[in-house]
Every structure is written in structure tokens, then in C-alpha cells.
T-cell receptor
Framework: DTAVSQTPKYLVTQMGNDKSIKCEQNLGHDTMYWYKQDSKKFLKIMFS???????INETVPNRFSPKSPDKAHLNLHINSLELGDSAVYFC??????????????FGEGSRLTVL | SQKIEQNSEALNIQEGKTATLTCNYT??????LQWYRQDPGRGPVFLLL?????KEKRKERLKVTFDTTLKQSLFHITASQPADSATYLCALTGANNLFFGTGTRLTVIP
């Protein structure tokens, strides 16, 4: 059973299109995240949700909109895709430890290529 | 803002030797520090977590140290094997966030 699963694994699309990436976790965790990993392999937080509420929204363009229908799901919708959005997007979840972020469980990543 | 540096982008070592990876940070005082392993095309996988009041933590062939004065963590893999080849990431905790370093790509040569 995959703990954190995200779909699709690969996504190739044209500039200007709108696309979504879905994420589900079956670990019962309260907190879910979206990270972006660029071509230099640097992992940067985009969003953090705790019990369906947005906690962190780093300096991400408002073309990116996360949606959490329930605690187990956190989807990422991207409008008007740009070339610079090409990256691997990782979903993750964690059960906070004493108010701090504990171990993160990552999905396998969704590689987005914008042409 | 916090800055996390891992000593080298790439590290090659001979099988059987001990690999030592360094993580230095500034402008931050994390309560925890974590290490992850990432294989090509996969998501990062958690390895170890060390708390600020712990000097050292071990798990099988892995050892992590955490020096809050030096603002540094060392990650050791003893008796390294080719299967240990991967990118290793250190991460500092925050509330509802983890800040990742740039990673070190380790290659263990048979």
C-alpha cells in the first residue's frame, strides 16, 4: 500500500494551459505539503496544510492554488503554466511532533514539463 | 532567512570506507535536524532525526551528530556499499515546515 501517492507521475503540456496534480495519503497524518524540486535538485516548500487549513504559503505565484477537500488529500492546481514551472513537484505528509515538523513521507513526485 | 549548506555537491568514496557528509546552517536555531536519502526519480526517504539536546544518534551503519554551537551536523555512513550511492539531504525543522539543504550526491565506488 503506497503511503503517499500522487498522480500523474509525468505531465507534459503547453504554456498557458491549466493542469492539476493530485495527492493522497493513507497514513492518517494531519499535515500535508507541496514541495518543488528544480533542475538543481533544490527542494523548496510551496504550501503546508494542517487539517485542511492553509498554514504556509511561501512566495508562490497565485497561479498555484492548493485545495484540500479532506485531511487525506491535497491537490495542486496550476493556471496559465509558464516555462519556469517545469520541475518535479512532491507531495508529502507528516504528523507534527510537539508542534514541530517530524518525519516527512514523500510521494514519488510529478514531473511537469512545460513546452 | 535561514541558509543551509551541504559541504559538497558530490562525494566519491571507495567501498568499505566511511562517508562523511556535512550540513552547515545559519540564521536559524532548529529544534530538530533530519537527514533524508533521495534516489534518482524517487521522493526523499527519511533516515534519521536528531534533537537539539542530542549530540549523536545511530541507526545501523548510519551516525548523525548535531552541534548547535557550530551550527553543524555530520552524517556518517560506515562500511559504505555501492547501494548507498544516492543524494543525501539535510533538513531543519520549523513549525509546519522543513527547510532542505542542497544535497550531496554520494557515489560509492566498488
Amino acid at each position: 500500500d503506497t503511503a503517499v501517492s500522487q498522480t500523474p507521475k509525468y505531465l507534459v503540456t503547453q504554456m498557458g494551459n491549466d493542469k492539476s496534480i493530485k495527492c493522497e495519503q493513507n497514513l492518517g497524518h494531519d499535515t500535508m505539503y507541496w514541495y518543488k524540486q528544480d533542475s538543481k535538485k533544490f527542494l523548496k516548500i510551496m504550501f503546508s496544510y494542517n487539517n485542511k487549513e492553509l498554514i504556509i504559503n511561501e512566495t508562490v505565484p497565485n497561479r498555484f492554488s492548493p485545495k484540500s477537500p479532506d485531511k487525506a488529500h491535497l491537490n495542486l492546481h496550476i493556471n496559465s503554466l509558464e516555462l519556469g514551472d517545469s520541475a518535479v513537484y512532491f507531495c508529502a505528509s507528516s504528523r507534527p511532533t510537539g508542534g514541530l515538523t517530524g518525519e516527512l513521507f514523500f510521494g514519488e513526485g510529478s514531473r511537469l514539463t512545460v513546452l | 532567512s535561514q541558509k543551509i549548506e551541504q559541504n559538497s555537491e558530490a562525494l566519491n568514496i571507495q567501498e568499505g570506507k566511511t562517508a562523511t557528509l556535512t550540513c552547515n546552517y545559519t540564521n536559524y536555531s532548529p529544534a530538530y535536524l533530519q537527514w533524508y536519502r533521495q534516489d534518482p526519480g524517487r521522493g526523499p526517504v527519511f533516515l534519521l532525526l536528531i534533537r537539539e539536546n542530542e549530540k549523536e544518534k545511530r541507526k545501523e551503519r548510519l551516525k548523525v551528530t548535531f552541534d548547535t554551537t557550530l551550527k553543524q551536523s555530520l552524517f556518517h555512513i560506515t562500511a559504505s556499499q555501492p547501494a548507498d550511492s544516492a543524494t543525501y539531504l539535510c533538513a531543519l525543522t520549523g513549525a509546519n515546515n522543513l527547510f532542505f539543504g542542497t544535497g550531496t550526491r554520494l557515489t560509492v565506488i566498488p
